[in-house]
């Protein structure tokens, strides 16, 4: 076992409302929270606060109760912050949905969490207004921030002003969010995360990501996903930073937004960096004001991430987790300049890690010569751990062992300096763009086409070393099939970045006696290419 070279921090026993908001003090509440880039409008913490309590009172009069699960839809806009902490503030858990999913998408996970209520803008309600008629959730429970003919409006409800109601929140038990992951195998599941593991996280990632209260941070990272959600609307918030809100990735947005709002912090993922390495745009743009760029959800390769940051001026530091860790297990901290950026750093205090030999179960303990241990599975132990998978207590079983370590089925190495590095994974995740692409969703989609008698997806890496999805495709009968016909296919039927970009057409599956997919065969057959 390897514990964290940070002193354990204290957690405190507090809802994540009374954790970020209960205690602010007067000069916090004037401090500005959100600055809505598309309008200039700011949102000071005070301001938000009171959105907070008159949403959660507006939701709470209507008849969302602690055990309500609320569907949340919805690009980063500063209203995303109202919406998720008034349902927290009132015990309702929030369930995130990616703008980008396509009503089956949306409707599959409304079933599944059990959301009775739910929250989007205008820009997504049809596909919202398709889900939510599907599960049979009433137009007066579908809120539109923004205003639709026939839904309650953000405005209407913070009018209503009527106070929240008192709330007894257990933090080690009850259930705060409900993001998705597909975890090491198979479709995705809800992540049932608690106010006690939110608050954790944060308390945690404080020791090594130095955020303050003077720094601008660039919102563009999706609050819907674990990264942006912790790092973005719990610690920047926590910290009472300012937090510049951005809808969407446009690279020419990005940069003019860190130009006019001064921003000082970036949370980025692996191809904002290979941007910043190497997009001409770049130089067009004062971008002199940012000092730090953190980096998390994909590998991120070294070189591409020194060329970032000595072509931006600024340090680049990698962080590492998981949804089912809250996300933050491990980050490079600000104070130890001789990690390298290839590493994703060190455990966050309270983090107990093991590594695994995969094949012989057996822990590794030794270091070689030159320092480093041999790879293995990285399992983690912390407040940060999942209460489980929702529904699933097959799943939640294999991820979590009896001795409470979650197994990430990632691989890493770690050095006698204490960072890790992740050098591979076991689980058949695939991510693009640091979103989950989780093989067994496409799988089941191809093999609905008739022309499809059998496929296995895995990730390859394009030019650019960020892996994409490809499919291994094995036609019905001498039916011709095209591989951009099954790229239509699958395009048509998911969101954008679960898109299948490469085909290769086999006469075979290579599997395993008991018919599991020899994913292991078809990446070695990849590299021998
Ligand atoms: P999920 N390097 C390599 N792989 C990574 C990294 C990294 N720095 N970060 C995440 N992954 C992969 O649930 C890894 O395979 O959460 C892991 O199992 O969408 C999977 O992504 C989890 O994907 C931060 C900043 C965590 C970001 C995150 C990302 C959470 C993504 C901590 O400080």
Not at 396 to 415: K, N, P, R, Y
């Amino acid at each position: 076992m390897f514990h964290s070279p940070f002193p354990d921090v204290e957690v405190p026993d507090l809802s994540v409302y009374d954790y970020l908001f209960a205690n602010l003090t007067d000069d916090e509440a004037s401090r500005v929270a959100l600055i809505d880039p598309s309008t200039g409008a700011e949102t000071s913490y005070g301001v938000l606060k009171a959105q907070i309590d008159a949403f959660a009172g507006a939701l709470a009069a209507r008849g969302v109760a602690a055990d309500t699960v609320v569907g949340l839809l919805c690009p980063n806009v500063p209203a995303f912050a109202t919406v998720f902490h008034g349902v927290l503030r009132l015990g309702a858990a929030v369930t995130t949905f990616n703008s980008l999913y396509t009503a089956a998408e949306i409707q599959k996970q409304i079933e599944d969490a059990g959301a009775t209520w739910f929250v989007t803008v205008s820009a997504l309600l049809p596909n919202a207004a398709e889900a939510t008629r599907a599960c049979g959730i009433p137009t007066d429970h579908v809120i539109v921030l923004d205003g639709a003919e026939g839904h309650p409006n953000l405005r209407d409800l913070l009018g209503e002003q009527p106070t929240p109601p008192e709330v007894t929140i257990d933090p080690k038990t009850h259930l705060a969010v409900l993001p998705y992951s597909s975890g090491t195998t198979g479709t995705p599941k809800g992540v049932m995360l608690s106010h006690r593991n939110l608050v954790a996280n944060v308390e945690q990632s404080r020791v090594n990501i130095d955020l303050r209260g003077s720094d601008r941070v660039l919102a563009v990272l999706p609050f819907f996903h674990i990264y942006g959600m912790t790092v973005l609307l719990n610690l920047a918030l926590r910290q009472r930073a300012s937090l510049v809100t951005m809808p969407r990735f446009d690279l020419e947005d990005f940069l003019s937004n860190i130009q006019e709002h001064r921003c000082t912090y970036l949370f980025i993922a692996p191809p904002i960096a290979v941007a910043l390495a190497k997009h001409p745009v770049v130089d067009r743009y004062d971008i002199s004001t940012v000092h730090s760029v953190f980096s998390g959800a994909a590998p991120l390769d070294g070189e591409t991430a020194e060329r970032a940051a000595s072509r931006i001026h600024a340090r680049m530091m990698q962080g590492y987790g998981l949804t089912e860790t809250s996300p933050v297990t491990h980050a490079v901290p600000y104070t130890r300049d001789e990690i390298p950026v290839s590493s994703v750093g060190v455990a966050l205090p309270n983090t107990v890690c093991k590594l695994v030999d995969p094949d012989s179960g057996a822990e590794i303990t030794e270091f070689d010569d030159a320092g480093v241990t041999r790879p293995g599975e990285l399992w983690i132990k912390g407040p940060q751990v999942m209460l489980g998978y929702l529904n699933r207590p097959d799943a939640t079983a294999e991820a979590i062992d009896a001795d409470g370590f979650f197994h990430t089925g990632d691989v890493a190495t770690l050095s006698e300096g204490g960072w890790y590095t992740i050098v591979d994974r076991v689980k058949e995740l695939i991510k693009y763009h640091g979103y989950q692409v989780p093989p067994a969703e496409l799988e089941a989609l191809l093999l609905s086409h008739p022309r499809v008698a059998d496929v296995a997806v895995i990730g390859v890496l394009d030019d650019d070393g960020q892996e994409i999805p490809k499919a291994f495709v094995v036609s019905a009968g001498d039916a011709e099939l095209t591989e951009d016909e099954v790229m239509e296919f699958v395009e048509e039927r998911v969101a954008p970045y679960k898109k299948v970009r490469r085909v290769e057409f086999v006469d075979a599956i290579p599997k395993s006696s008991s018919g599991k997919i020899l994913r292991k065969d078809l990446r070695a057959r990849e590299v021998a290419t």
